[in-house]
């Protein structure tokens, strides 16, 4: 079988997970990537055993004619990396935040509509292995028609003088932090769970004062369905698990027929009306990032290029997310709820 040839541009923090989990899909062989920072590149090409490490990008591109672009670069990089991609006619799956703008993410979902090149966000909390579970379990009618979603997300990364450096450092100097790296996660779950969002009211607070964004936040919604749902969250204080990365929440979804709830060690659990809890089975495992989420969005990337379907995450759908994010802080900032007609 010819294996399709990918190249990724970035070699930070993140990327890892990406990198590892292209090595561990059949139809994909990833010859080179690049990245400014030698030693970052060189580090991530040794220990994936990917042939040829760039500096530049473009030169990359240009000599190794690949038949995707994985894009794992910080967002401010994003558009014009795409701008260039889409003259050179690559599918590209790009890593999110989409861009620090909404012009700017409009702006490459734009190029590459008219370009007609396939172009895929890496929302990767959608296809953590729990919430593809609730979502069948819920299609499935165990708990019957739902009404209510409500995530409760507290990370413990975000307190201290050190916050964030070990990992992610330009967090600190994010003028919008949590809805911006982290809500967009919650919004695009709040539509996979339970369609369109309506309306939403939204509260922000800054905790840490060594950061200069929010890092509390208190958002609820309703979608076109009825469906009421709430993100409280905070980046301050820790949850009560050792995986402080592995489900980044607690959810109780509520129906009719009951409630099915997931906790931060990814047990799930269901209690319909007037029954005992009990323990749901399924398969999920401490692997790459947050139940191997990397992997199960990349290979849904894959499979789409390779039978021609439509990319659950991609722009155009995407921009939805980036919307109701935009109001949610203008929500903040004005202390009134938003409506989204259709």
């Known amino acids: 079988m010819n294996k399709l040839k990918g190249v990724v541009i970035g070699a930070g923090y993140f990327s890892d997970f990406h990198y590892d989990a292209w090595s561990r899909i059949d139809e994909v062989e990833i010859v080179a990537l690049a990245d400014f920072n030698e030693e970052n590149g060189q580090a991530m090409q040794g220990k994936y055993g990917i042939s040829t490490f760039y500096n530049d990008y473009q030169e990359m591109l240009e000599k190794e004619k690949p038949d995707f672009v994985d894009i794992v670069t910080p967002p401010a990089s994003h ?3 795409v701008e260039h991609i889409v003259t050179l006619g690559i599918p590209m799956i790009c890593q999110k935040p989409l861009a620090p703008s909404d ?3 409009k702006r490459m979902v734009s190029l590459t509509q008219e370009a007609g090149i396939p172009f895929m966000v890496h ?3 959608r296809f953590q292995p729990w919430h593809r579970e609730i979502k069948r379990l819920i299609s499935e009618g165990v708990i019957g028609d739902i009404h209510n979603l409500s995530f409760n997300s507290r990370m413990g990364d975000g307190w201290g003088e050190d916050a964030y450096l070990s990992r ?3 967090f600190r100097a994010y003028e919008h932090l949590l ?3 982290t809500g967009i996660h ?8 339970a369609g369109e969002i ?3 009211f939204v509260k922000t607070r800054r905790l840490n004062p060594v950061i200069k964004g929010e890092d509390r936040v208190h958002a609820q919604f309703e979608t076109h369905q009825g469906v009421w749902a709430f993100w409280d969250a905070n980046r301050y204080n820790e949850p009560i698990t050792k995986k402080l990365r592995y489900t980044f929440c607690e959810l109780t979804v509520e129906g009719r027929g009951g409630s099915i709830r997931l906790d931060y060690e990814g047990n799930i659990t269901i209690q319909k009306l007037g029954e005992e809890v009990t323990v749901h089975s399924y398969i999920h495992g401490n692997r790459g990032f947050a139940g191997d ?3 199960a969005t990349q290979q849904h990337f894959v499979s789409c290029l390779l039978n021609g379907g439509p990319f659950e995450t991609n722009g155009l759908d995407y921009l939805k997310n980036i919307e109701v994010q935009r109001l949610a802080y203008r929500s903040a900032d004005e202390g009134l709820p938003f409506l989204i007609r259709l």
């Open 79 to 81: 558009l014009s990396i």
């Open 168 to 170: 992610q450092p330009y």
């Open 123 to 125: 929302e990767n909390f």
């Open 186 to 193: 919650f919004i695009d779950l709040i539509r996979f769970y």
């Open 103 to 105: 012009a700017d993410a």
């Open 293 to 295: 989420s990397c992997l």
């Open 198 to 200: 309506r309306q939403g």
């Open 179 to 181: 809805i911006y790296e």
